[in-house]
C-alpha cells in the first residue's frame, strides 16, 4: 500500500486541480455532483494494449470484431515476430488506428521496405477485422473491383438466371455485414489507372456522406456504406525514386484522404534496433515517450460542447493562421521541397478535420489535442525532418495562455514574497544556527560524532566543513559524511565529495548527496558519473532532488527518454523542485498517472528532507 | 525486398530458401540454363506451378514466367511477405485467402534475364518485391 505525504496529496488536489478547473471547465471535476456524467478519460501505459474486446494503439482504442473466424481476417500467428520500433511502426499503427476510428480514408506514402501492408494486416490479425485487397498496379479493370455480371454458377434450373452480378473486390469489403469489420487495402495506388481512381473517389465520396454507393455496373444498384464498418487505406510507393510508372498523383485527388507521409527508407535507428530486435538483442516492442500516446475519451463530445471549451477563440485565432503560414511554406516550397507527391492543405477539409479530431479526441486539455491534430493533418505529410521542426514550432504557437490568476493562499503553494537575497540571507541564518548547536553538542559529549555529522546536512558553513574534516580523521563513517553534504553545493563541499569518492564512498551515495545541488559543478559530475557508466542511475535521477534547472531537466528528460531509469526515482527526484518548469515537466510526465505524480512531492529521504524542513521550499533550493 | 545472395551454386541457393518469408527469384541468362535451373529445382522435389493456386499445393514449388507477367503472379508476390494472399479469381469473381506457412514452404519464381528488364520496365518491380535472388 502506498502512502501519500497529506501536505503532497493537499498539494495535487487542491493547487493543481484549481488551475486545471481554471483552465478547462470540461476537465472532469471530482467534487462536482454530475462528475458521473463526464466522459472518462483513459489512458494506455503500453504502447500496443490489448483487451478481449479492445485493442489500444498508443492510445487509440479500436473495437475487435465480434465475428468469429474468417478466411478473410488475417491469422495472429504469423505476425509473432513483428516489430514496434517506436520510429516508424509503432507511430504506423497510431495514426492507421486514429484513421480507422475517425473513418477517414487514408493515403500512406512510404518506401517499399516499411512493412506498410503487412501492418495493416496485423492489426486486422488484432482486431479481427476482414482484409480486402486489390493491388492496383497493372489493373485496368474497374469491374474486377467494383463487380460484374458473369455467368450463373449455381444455375440448376430453367428459371434460375443465366447471369448474376458478383461483387468485386471493393464492393465485397463495402457489403456490410453483421459483427464484421472490414478494411479495403488499395496497394500501389498510384500505379493506378485514371478510370480506376476516378471510381474510387467515387466510392469515397459516398463512404464519406455516409449513404450510398451506387454500382453503375449493376444496373446501378445501391449500395449502403457505413465508414463505421469499412475502413478505406491506400498505399503506395513515393512517385521517382526508384519506383518505376508511379507518377505523382494530382493534389487535387489528395485531399480527399489523411495523407501520411512515411520516409523512403527504413531510418538507421530503426533498421539497427529492428535488427538486433529479430535476433533476440531487443526486445520486440521499443520503449516510447509519453508524447506518443494520444489520449482518448469514451464517446466523442458534441458540436455543440465546443464552444464550452474554455481557451477555443484563442486557439482557433492562432490556428488560422498557423494554416495560412503552413500553406505559405508548402507553396514556396519552403518545406516539402524534395517530396515528389505534391500535396496541399486544403482550407475546407482542414479545418473540418481538425474539428472532427478534436470532437473525438479532446481530454480536457484544448492544447495538446489541437497540437496534436495539427501534427496528424499538417506535420504527418512531411518527410523531412528539418521540416517537421519548423512545422512542430509554428504548432508549438497555437496554444491557448490561460490569464494566471496569483494565488492567495498562503503556506507552501504560495508562501510570503521573498526577493533571492532575503532567502539566500535567510538560509545562512539558519546553518549558523545549526553550525552552533552541533559545535555545543560536540563539547558536551553528549551526541555521538556520527549524528553530529548527520545533523549538519545541508550546512555548508566553513565551521562545518572544518568539523566534517575533524570527523574524517576521527574515523567517523565516510558515508555519513558524504550523506551529510546533501544539499551543500560549495566548492569545498565538491572538493570533499572527490576525496570520499577516492576514499571509496560509492558513487551512488555521491550522486544522492548532490540532491539539492544544481550548481554547474554538481551537473557536471552527475554527467561524468554517468559517462563512467559504474553508476546506478536511479541515484542520479534520486539526487536531482530540490533542483529546478534547466540542465537539471533536461537530464530527467534524457532518462525518460532513454528508458533505462526507474520513473519512481525520476519523480521523488523532482521532490523539493517547484518552480514553473518542474510543474511543466510533471504536467507532461506524470499527470497520467497519478502515483507518479504525488511521488514527485513526496522526500523519501531523511537528508533530503531536512535540507527541506531547514530551508524551506521556496523555489530551487540549489539557489540556497 | 530482393538481395543478391551469392551462394556458390543453385543447389545452395534452393537449400538457403527454405522457410524464408519471400519467394526467391532465379535468373537465367538463356534459355539452355533456363532448362538447366528447371531441372535442378525439380530434382530437388520443386513443383512447377502453372497457376497461383498451384504454389501450395506443395510445399516447395517455381513458377515460370516466360512472357508478360500475370497480374496474379504479381499480387501474389508482394502479398506474400504480408502474412495473407487474397487470391482472385477473375472468371468466378471470387476471392481466395491463404495464409503462407513460412516455416515449411518455398516459393521460386524462375524467369530469363532479357523478360525480367521488360517486366520491370513495365512497372512490376519484381527485383523489390522478391526475397532473396540467384544468378550464375
Known amino acids: ?624 | 525486398m530482393s538481395h543478391t545472395s551469392n551462394p556458390k551454386s543453385i543447389e545452395e541457393f534452393l537449400f538457403v530458401i527454405q522457410g524464408g518469408k519471400e519467394v526467391g527469384l532465379v535468373i537465367a541468362k538463356d534459355d539452355e540454363e533456363f532448362a538447366s535451373f528447371a531441372k535442378v529445382m525439380e530434382g530437388f522435389d520443386f513443383k512447377r506451378s502453372e497457376n497461383i493456386a498451384g504454389l501450395f499445393k506443395s510445399p516447395k514449388t517455381y513458377f515460370v514466367i516466360t512472357g508478360d507477367v500475370d497480374k496474379d503472379v504479381y499480387d501474389f508476390i508482394v502479398q506474400y511477405p504480408t502474412g495473407q494472399v487474397e487470391i482472385f479469381d477473375k472468371k468466378l469473381m471470387r476471392s481466395q485467402t491463404l495464409s503462407p506457412d513460412y516455416k515449411n514452404s518455398a516459393i521460386v519464381l524462375l524467369v530469363d534475364k532479357d523478360n525480367l528488364n521488360k517486366i520491370q520496365e513495365k512497372g512490376f518491380d519484381l527485383l523489390s518485391s522478391t526475397g532473396p535472388a540467384f544468378q550464375a
Open chain 1, 1 to 624: 500500500m502506498t502512502f501519500y505525504h497529506p501536505q503532497a496529496l493537499l498539494f495535487k488536489h487542491k493547487y493543481m486541480n484549481s488551475l486545471e478547473r481554471q483552465f478547462n471547465a470540461l476537465t472532469p471535476d471530482p467534487e462536482k455532483k454530475d462528475a458521473s456524467n463526464a466522459p472518462e478519460v483513459i489512458i494506455e501505459k503500453t504502447p500496443i494494449a490489448e483487451t478481449e474486446t479492445d485493442v489500444v494503439y498508443l492510445g487509440v482504442t479500436l473495437e475487435k470484431s465480434k465475428s468469429g473466424d474468417d478466411q478473410f481476417v488475417p491469422k495472429r500467428e504469423q505476425y509473432a515476430d513483428f516489430i514496434n520500433d517506436k520510429e516508424v511502426a509503432l507511430p504506423l499503427q497510431r495514426d492507421i488506428a486514429i484513421a480507422f476510428l475517425s473513418g477517414e480514408p487514408l493515403l500512406v506514402d512510404g518506401g517499399t521496405s516499411l512493412g506498410k501492408t503487412t501492418t495493416v494486416r496485423k492489426m486486422a490479425a488484432e482486431l479481427g477485422w476482414e482484409i480486402h485487397y486489390a493491388n492496383l498496379n497493372g489493373a485496368t479493370d474497374v469491374e474486377d473491383l467494383m463487380g460484374r455480371y458473369i455467368p450463373n454458377p449455381h444455375k440448376s434450373k430453367p428459371e434460375d438466371p443465366e447471369y448474376i452480378f458478383a461483387d468485386g473486390k471493393v464492393t465485397s469489403g463495402l457489403r456490410q455485414e453483421e459483427g464484421k469489420t472490414k478494411i479495403v487495402i488499395l496497394d500501389e495506388f498510384n500505379a493506378s489507372a485514371p478510370n480506376i481512381l476516378i471510381r474510387l473517389h467515387e466510392v469515397l465520396d459516398a463512404l464519406e456522406r455516409g449513404g450510398d454507393v451506387i454500382l453503375s455496373e449493376d444496373a446501378s444498384e445501391a449500395v449502403p456504406v457505413n465508414k463505421e464498418r469499412t475502413k478505406i487505406i491506400a498505399l503506395m510507393n513515393p512517385p521517382g525514386k526508384g519506383y518505376f510508372g508511379r507518377e505523382p498523383l494530382d493534389p487535387a485527388q489528395l485531399r480527399r484522404w489523411v495523407y501520411k507521409k512515411l520516409p523512403s527508407e527504413l531510418p538507421e535507428s530503426t533498421f539497427s534496433y529492428s535488427t538486433d530486435a529479430l535476433f533476440g538483442a531487443e526486445p520486440t516492442s521499443q520503449n516510447v515517450t509519453p508524447d506518443m500516446f494520444i489520449r482518448t475519451r469514451e464517446g466523442s463530445l458534441t458540436p455543440e460542447q465546443l464552444p464550452e471549451i474554455p481557451g477555443l477563440i484563442e486557439v482557433l485565432e492562432k490556428y488560422k493562421e498557423f494554416h495560412k503560414a503552413a500553406k505559405e511554406l508548402l507553396k514556396n516550397r519552403k518545406v516539402a521541397e524534395d517530396q515528389p507527391q505534391a500535396f496541399t492543405f486544403d482550407d475546407r477539409m482542414e479545418p473540418r478535420r481538425v474539428r472532427d479530431f478534436v470532437l473525438r479526441f479532446y481530454t480536457g486539455d484544448i492544447n495538446e489535442t489541437f497540437q496534436q491534430a495539427l501534427r496528424y493533418y499538417y506535420s504527418n505529410k512531411l518527410e523531412n525532418k528539418a521540416d517537421r521542426d519548423m512545422f512542430e514550432e509554428l504548432i508549438r504557437v497555437v496554444e491557448y495562455k490561460p490569464t494566471v490568476v496569483p494565488s492567495r493562499r498562503k503556506g507552501i503553494e504560495a508562501g510570503p514574497e521573498r526577493n533571492t537575497e532575503e532567502i539566500i540571507s535567510e538560509s545562512f541564518e539558519i546553518a549558523e544556527k545549526i553550525t552552533k548547536k552541533m559545535e555545543q553538542f560536540l563539547t558536551e559529549g553528549s551526541v555521538s560524532k556520527n549524528s553530529i555529522a548527520l545533523g549538519l546536512t545541508g550546512v555548508g558553513t566553513a565551521a562545518a566543513m572544518e568539523m566534517r574534516k575533524q570527523f574524517l580523521t576521527d574515523g567517523v563513517s565516510k558515508n555519513s559524511i558524504a550523506f551529510s553534504l546533501t544539499g551543500v553545493g560549495t566548492a569545498a563541499a565538491m572538493e570533499m565529495r572527490k576525496q570520499l569518492l577516492t576514499d571509496g564512498v560509492p558513487k551512488n551515495t555521491i550522486a544522492f548527496s548532490l540532491a539539492g545541488v544544481g550548481t554547474a559543478a554538481a551537473m557536471e559530475m552527475r554527467k561524468q558519473f554517468l559517462t563512467d557508466g559504474d553508476v546506478d542511475k536511479d541515484s542520479i535521477a534520486s539526487g536531482l532532488a530540490g533542483v529546478g534547472t534547466a540542465a537539471a531537466m533536461e537530464m530527467r528528460k534524457q532518462f525518460l527518454t532513454d528508458g533505462d531509469v526507474d520513473k519512481d526515482s525520476i519523480a521523488s527526484g523532482l521532490a523539493g523542485a517547484n518552480n514553473k518548469e518542474s510543474f511543466e515537466f510533471r504536467e507532461n510526465n506524470f499527470n497520467s498517472d497519478d502515483e507518479l505524480y504525488l511521488k514527485s512531492f513526496i522526500i523519501e529521504s531523511v537528508e533530503i528532507d531536512a535540507i527541506i524542513c531547514r530551508y524551506g521550499f521556496e523555489g530551487d533550493m540549489s539557489k540556497t
